[in-house]
């Protein structure tokens, strides 16, 4: 049985969500905080709400910083040191271009010789355990050999592999045999991740490689908040089951949301984002009704018609 770990995605996993899915479903080993990142010489105040330790009692969250050097590595790991956490993830595979192209993310790929100062300050934070998360390459998905090299020369917990480069975001396909090689390559344990939406997905990349540590799950938990708790119980839920969770996330982030947000407009925006990767469990139809609701009251009524399908 494989561990699964929950992706970050940048607005959508922040800690209101993470708690929530913790407390109503769970089923995952650890919840990664979306990127935290230095501007204007320091830490966003959004970020800092994330990753405060009083937002994420309790749940299993590692938080993941983006860097493009040793200077900016030092003041995050420092800052998060601070909070007293004692596991950091470390994004190496951000393929936004505003990130990627000031060597951030996947752009820091392209450069071995940082990539060996970070690695250095692995080494110097001992109390810290570190993961990676990686893509293949900016625009090569040879760029990740010579780091999987280096790494091997530092014990991490895990490197999560999403086989793409960084030019293809999320669309084409992913690349397995790219995968197959860092796996062989790596002395590190390997983490999957990557277009997984099914409980036949994971149970297909579990027999490609079955000495892989775990998966990690992104788009497909959004879309089915029980799809690790599928693969625990070896039991797949069916559609009425996913809507009638789906649903009370719903409720509850509604109700948390409001102690936060202002107005019905930023509500609407957050709650929309929501459904957004779960047109095949809605159908077009009640999908597109509440996507394209315009306001929060014919918002609320189409969610609220959802519990019929
Ligand atoms: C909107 C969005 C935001 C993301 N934000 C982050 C992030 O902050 N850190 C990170 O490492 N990956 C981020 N990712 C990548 C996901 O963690 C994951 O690698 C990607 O979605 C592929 O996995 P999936 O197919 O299971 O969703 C993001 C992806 C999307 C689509």
Same mark, same amino acid.
């Given at each position: ?40 010489? #320091? ?41 007293? $956490? ?29 990539? =060996? ?13 570190? =993961? ?35 030019? %293809? %975001? ?13 796996? *062989?390559?790596? =002395? ?24 892989? /540590? ?11 908040? =029980? ?27 509604? *109700?948390? $949301?409001?102690?936060?947000? /202002? ?14 990767? #779960? ?17 929060? /009251? ?5 969610? *609220? ?5």
């Amino acid at each position: 049985m494989l561990d699964i770990f929950f992706a970050p995605l940048q607005g959508y996993t922040d800690d209101v969500y993470r708690r929530v899915h913790y407390k109503l479903i769970g089923g995952v080993k650890n919840y990664y905080t979306p990127f935290v990142r230095v501007e204007a010489g #320091a830490v966003r105040s959004k970020d800092q709400r994330d990753i405060a330790p009083e937002n994420n009692t309790g749940v299993p969250v590692v938080p993941q910083i983006i860097f493009n050097s040793r200077k900016e590595f030092d003041y995050l790991v420092s800052r998060i040191k601070c909070l007293g $956490y004692n596991e950091i993830d470390l994004n190496m595979g951000c393929p936004f271009p505003l990130q990627a192209r000031h060597g951030r993310g996947c752009g820091i790929l392209a450069h071995p010789d940082i990539v =060996s100062e970070i690695i250095e300050g692995i080494k110097e934070n001992k109390e810290i355990t570190f =993961s990676v998360k990686m893509r293949l390459g900016w625009d090569n998905s040879n760029e990740c050999d010579s780091i999987i090299e280096l790494l091997n020369n530092v014990q991490l917990r895990h490197i999560t592999v999403h086989p793409r480069t960084g030019v %293809q %975001q999320y669309k084409g396909n992913v690349d397995h045999d790219a995968f197959k090689r860092v796996y *062989a390559q790596s =002395s590190n344990p390997i983490i999957y991740n990557g277009d997984i939406l099914t409980l036949d997905d994971i149970k297909r990349i579990e027999n490609i490689f079955p000495n892989m /540590k775990g998966i990690m799950l992104g788009r497909g938990l959004l879309g089915a908040p =029980s799809l690790a708790v599928e693969y625990a119980d070896n039991k797949e839920w069916n559609n009425r089951e996913r809507i009638a969770l789906m649903l009370k996330i719903h409720d509850t982030l509604m *109700a948390e $949301y409001s102690k936060i947000l /202002k107005g019905d407009t930023q509500m609407l925006n957050k709650m929309r984002t929501f459904w957004e990767y #779960a047109e095949e469990l809605l159908g077009r139809k009640p999908y597109k009704k509440v996507i394209k609701s315009g306001n929060l /009251k014919n918002y609320l009524a189409a969610v *609220a018609e959802l519990k019929y399908l």
